[in-house]
C-alpha cells in the first residue's frame, strides 16, 4: 500500500492513497470541509422529490436541518432501521449536504456492510462536491472492502473533469489497475467520455486516445465519443480525421450509428453538406445508413440555411433507404419547397405522406394554401380550400385575409365570401383583417349592396374597421353616381358617426 502511494505521489495526484489502518477508514469524514474558494454547488434535493420514500425523505430532513454534530443523536432517536436499500436512496438526495451525509454513512456502516452501489454514491458525493481527499479515502474504504468497479472509476473522472482538472483525471486512469480494475476499452470509453463531456476538451481526449490506443484496442464507442466532441465543438478537419482512422481500425459496421450520426452532423452544421451525402451514398452501399436521427438533425439545419437543393438529395436518400419520414419533417420539407414557390412537389409530398404512416395537419395545409395564395393560383387556391374544410383543417386567420384579398382580386370573389362566411360560421376569434379585405374587395367590384349587408353585420359583431378602410370605402362611394352606392355612403356615415 504504501508502494502505491508512492506511485501516486509521483504520478501528482493531489490526494493519493496511503495506508491507513481499518479502524480509522472513512473516520476523517466527520470534519468533511469542501475545498476552500469554490462557489456552493447546487444539486438535486430531496425536498421536490417525487419518488422518494417517507423513510428517505424523514432522514434527508434531518440531514439537511441538523448540524453535523447532531447527525448521530437525531438519527438514533427515530430509530430507522438502517437498510443498504435506504442508505443508497438517501444518499441520491444527499449531494448538498456532503458532511452530514458522511456522518449519515458512518452511522449506517455501524448497522451492516454498505452495498458497492451506496459506496459508488459516496464516492460520486464526495467528488462532486470537489471533496477530493475524502474521496481517496473512500477508494481506498472500497478496496480493502472489494467493492471497487469501474463504475466507481468512472465517477471519478468524472468529478475531476467537471471540476476542470483533466490531468488528474487522466492520472486516476494510469493508476486504476493498482487498485483491481482493469484498464480495458470500457475504461478508455469513460475517460474519454468524461473529458468530452466539458466545453472545448475533445483535443485533450484525443492526446489521452493516442497515448493508450497501441495498447488498449479502440471500439466504435470510442469513436462515437470523439466524434460527439467535435460535432460539439463544430471542428469538421479533426472529424473527418478520425471518421477516417475509425473505418480503417474498424470498418463499418450498422451498429456504429452514432459516430455516424455525429460525424455527418458535424459536416452539415459545418456547411460541408455535399460532402456529408456522399459519405451517405457510400453508407448506403456499406448498409450502414444512420438512423431518423441524423436525417431529422440534417434537414432542420439544411431548411434553416434554405438549401433547397441538397435537402431533396437528403430526403431521396432517405425514403429511397426505406427510412419512414416524420409528420415533422414532412413539414420542414413541404414549407422548404413552399418557400421557393415549388407547389408541384410540395403536392406530391402531400400526397405520398399518408402512405408513410405520416398524416398532415393544420400546418401542412396552410404552408400550402398560404404558398397558393402568394402566387395567386386563384383555381388551385379555391380547390384546396375546399379539401382543407372537406378535411377539417382550415386555414388560419392571416390565410384568409390574404386568401380573401386575392380571389377578388383574382377573379373568383365568391370563394372570397364563401371564406368570409366560413370563418362567422365556425366563430373565428380574429376577425378584423378579413373583415377590412371583405369590404375593399366587394368595394372595388362595385358590389355596394353586399357590401352594405356585410358592414351592417360587422357593426353588430363590433369588428374594428380600419381607418384607411374607411377613407377608401367613403372616397369611392362619394364618387360612384349609382343610388345604391349613395345609399350605402349614407348608412355607413351614420353608423361610423354613431
Known amino acids: 500500500m504504501e508502494a502505491m502511494a508512492e506511485h501516486l505521489g509521483r504520478s501528482g495526484l493531489r490526494y493519493p492513497p496511503k495506508s491507513v489502518p481499518s479502524s480509522q477508514l472513512l473516520t476523517n469524514h466527520a470534519s468533511l470541509r469542501l475545498l476552500p474558494n469554490l462557489q456552493p454547488l447546487q444539486f438535486p434535493s430531496h425536498v421536490h422529490a417525487n419518488d422518494i420514500s417517507p423513510l428517505a425523505k424523514t432522514v434527508c430532513d434531518i440531514l439537511a436541518r441538523a448540524s453535523p454534530e447532531e447527525i448521530e443523536a437525531s438519527l438514533d432517536s427515530t430509530e430507522i432501521p ?9 444518499l441520491k438526495y444527499s449531494y448538498n449536504y456532503p458532511t452530514s451525509a458522511v456522518k449519515f454513512f458512518r452511522w449506517a456502516g455501524q448497522k451492516h456492510k454498505h452495498s458497492a452501489i451506496a459506496w459508488n454514491l459516496m464516492v460520486d458525493l464526495l467528488g462532486k462536491n470537489q471533496a477530493f481527499e475524502q474521496m481517496w479515502d473512500a477508494i481506498r474504504s472500497m478496496k480493502r472492502e472489494g467493492a471497487l468497479s469501474m463504475a466507481t472509476f468512472a465517477s471519478v473522472f468524472s468529478s475531476y473533469c467537471s471540476a476542470g482538472r483533466v490531468n488528474e483525471a487522466v492520472m486516476s486512469f494510469d493508476v486504476m489497475d493498482q487498485y483491481g480494475v482493469e484498464q480495458d476499452t470500457v475504461a478508455v470509453n469513460s475517460i474519454l467520455s468524461a473529458i468530452c463531456a466539458e466545453d472545448m476538451q475533445t483535443m485533450r481526449a484525443l492526446e489521452v486516445y493516442d497515448k493508450i490506443k497501441g495498447k488498449i484496442p479502440p471500439d466504435g464507442d470510442t469513436f462515437a465519443i470523439l466524434l460527439e466532441g467535435w460535432e460539439k465543438e463544430g471542428n469538421v478537419d479533426k472529424a473527418k480525421n478520425t471518421f477516417g482512422e475509425m473505418v480503417a481500425r474498424i470498418g463499418w459496421s450498422s451498429q456504429n450509428m452514432s459516430a455516424y450520426d455525429a460525424f455527418l452532423t458535424t459536416l452539415v452544421r459545418g456547411s460541408h453538406a455535399e460532402e456529408a451525402i456522399k459519405f451517405l451514398q457510400v453508407m448506403k452501399g456499406k448498409n450502414c445508413l444512420p438512423g431518423l436521427k441524423f436525417f431529422s438533425t440534417a434537414l432542420d439545419i439544411l431548411s434553416k440555411s434554405d438549401d433547397l437543393h441538397n435537402c431533396i438529395l437528403l ?30 412537389n410540395a403536392f406530391r409530398l402531400l400526397d405520398e405522406m399518408v402512405f408513410h404512416g405520416a398524416f398532415p395537419d393544420s400546418l401542412t395545409y396552410n404552408m400550402i394554401f398560404e404558398c397558393l395564395v402568394k402566387n395567386k393560383k386563384v383555381r388551385e387556391a379555391a380547390k384546396f380550400f375546399v379539401e382543407m374544410i372537406k378535411n377539417e383543417l382550415p386555414p388560419t386567420h392571416s390565410n384568409c385575409s390574404m386568401a380573401i384579398s386575392m380571389f377578388f382580386n383574382g377573379d373568383d370573389p365568391e370563394t372570397g365570401v364563401d371564406i368570409w362566411n366560413y370563418m362567422i360560421d ?34 353588430d359583431r363590433r369588428i ?6 374607411r377613407e377608401k370605402l367613403m372616397d369611392a362611394l362619394y364618387k360612384a353616381e349609382r ?11 351614420r353608423r361610423w358617426r354613431a
Open 82 to 90: 438502517a437498510n443498504p436499500i435506504l442508505v443508497e436512496e438517501v
Open 464 to 469: 374594428n374597421i380600419y381607418e384607411s378602410t
Open 483 to 493: 343610388r345604391s352606392a349613395r345609399d350605402t355612403y349614407d348608412f355607413l356615415s
Open 315 to 344: 430526403w431521396d436518400i432517405m425514403v429511397s433507404s426505406g427510412l419512414m419520414p416524420s409528420l415533422f419533417m414532412y413539414n420542414q420539407m413541404i414549407g422548404l419547397l413552399c418557400k421557393n414557390d415549388d407547389t408541384d
Open 426 to 459: 365556425n366563430c373565428f376569434l380574429h376577425l378584423d383583417a378579413s373583415a377590412n379585405a371583405l369590404l375593399l374587395g366587394l368595394c372595388t367590384l362595385g358590389r355596394f349592396s353586399e357590401l352594405r349587408k356585410f358592414a351592417e353585420d360587422m357593426f
